[in-house]
């Protein structure tokens, strides 16, 4: 199965953006990227998910490279409300396989 | 409102107790999943289904037993467990049956300690 990695923590200031990465060299073809984010107590929720195109929603926007062998997660302005866990993680035909998560820290 | 309940939401059971964690959907979705969640591990799927009757092995299968008999129901069994099943469980679906073009939604997680 392919893995996703992604760096343990990050930290950001309060309204400026954020570029959480997500590497997945082993992708296959026709995995499926996803985006969650969990807050402390919660279970994790959606956020974005994308194959090969640039996706956007009201949430974030998601860049995948080219070979699509990494990805990255944009919030446009990071609030205090963002600071949460964000799993990055690939979906084949009927397995989501997460990352460990990366612990954004937004400071006021 | 559309939500995945999970029960209990604690639980503290001795070693070798047969125990049973529920789950249901209200969301008439297809395909259902449960993970459990370890520092430094992530979530790792357990089972999932499909569709009614119809289920398999996520990663980390050993000491888990799941059914579908309903499409709004998804119960987690743990038919003896030990002290390395004490974890975050989270149950999961999603509207399509293959889910991989479609987000989840997951329950809120049922902390299990095995003394």
């Known amino acids: 199965d392919a893995k996703t990695t992604q760096p343990n923590s990050m930290e950001s200031n309060e309204e400026e953006p954020v570029h959480l990465p997500c590497n997945h060299s082993?992708?296959?073809?026709?995995?499926?990227i996803h985006w969650y984010r969990q807050l402390p107590s919660q279970g994790p929720e959606y956020v974005i998910h994308?194959?090969?195109s640039n996706v956007n929603n009201r949430m974030a926007s998601l860049a995948i490279a080219e070979d699509r062998k990494s990805s990255t997660l944009i919030l446009h302005r990071a609030t205090l409300r963002d600071a949460a866990v964000y799993y990055c993680?690939?979906?084949?035909?009927?397995?989501?396989?997460f990352g460990t998560g990366t612990r954004l820290k937004v400071l006021a | 409102e559309a939500q995945v309940t999970q029960n209990p939401r604690y639980l503290i059971t001795v070693t070798g107790k047969k125990l049973t964690v529920t789950c249901s959907q209200n969301?008439?979705?297809?395909?259902m999943s449960w993970y459990r969640q370890d520092p430094g591990l992530g979530l790792r799927q357990i089972y999932y289904?499909?569709?009614?009757?119809?289920?398999d092995k996520g990663d980390v299968p050993e000491g888990y037993k799941v059914s579908r008999k309903e499409k709004r129901n998804f119960p987690l069994i743990l038919e003896s467990p030990s002290p390395n099943q004490t974890s975050l469980y989270f149950c999961?679906?999603?509207?399509?049956?293959?889910?991989?073009?479609?987000?989840?939604?997951f329950g809120s997680g049922t902390r299990l300690t095995v003394v």
């Open positions: 289904s499909m569709n009614v009757e119809v289920t």
């Open positions: 082993t992708i296959s073809g026709t995995d499926y």
């Open positions: 994308g194959l090969t």
């Open positions: 969301m008439n979705h297809e395909y």
């Open positions: 993680a690939l979906s084949g035909t009927y397995k989501y396989i």
């Open positions: 999961a679906s999603s509207s399509n049956r293959v889910p991989a073009n479609y987000g989840y939604t």
